[in-house]
C-alpha cells in the first residue's frame, strides 16, 4: 500500500512539474535587405528614456559604466538585458 501510494504521488508531482514549463519564445526578425525606408523606419527614434543614475553614486560622487546587450523586439521595447561587466562593482546594474 504504501509503495502504491508513493508511486501515485510522486507521478502527479513529476506530471504537474511537466505541465509549468514555458515553451520558449518565438523571436521574429524584420527583413530589411532591399527597402530602404524599411531601414529607415526600423531605426527611427520613437521615443527616448534618460537612465536613472543611482542615487547612492550621486550622493557620493561616484561614476562608472556598464556594458550589456539586448535585443529591441518588433514592439521597439529591449528584450533579454545582460550585464556583461561593470565598474565599480554591481552599483549601476540595475534593470528598470
Known amino acids: 500500500m504504501n509503495k502504491t501510494y508513493l508511486f501515485v504521488v510522486s507521478?502527479?508531482?513529476a506530471l504537474s512539474a511537466c505541465s509549468t514549463v514555458k515553451p520558449p519564445e518565438v523571436t521574429e526578425y524584420v527583413d530589411l535587405v532591399g527597402n530602404k525606408e524599411?531601414?529607415?523606419d526600423y531605426w527611427a527614434v520613437k521615443r527616448k528614456a534618460v537612465p536613472e543614475y543611482p542615487p547612492m553614486a550621486g550622493q557620493n560622487g561616484i561614476s562608472g559604466c556598464v556594458e550589456f546587450s539586448l535585443l529591441i523586439g518588433t514592439d521597439g521595447k529591449p528584450q533579454n538585458m545582460t550585464v556583461i561587466k561593470s565598474f565599480?562593482?554591481?552599483?549601476f546594474n540595475k534593470k528598470r
Open 11 to 13: 507521478a502527479i508531482f
Open 38 to 40: 524599411a531601414v529607415a
Open 88 to 91: 565599480p562593482g554591481e552599483m
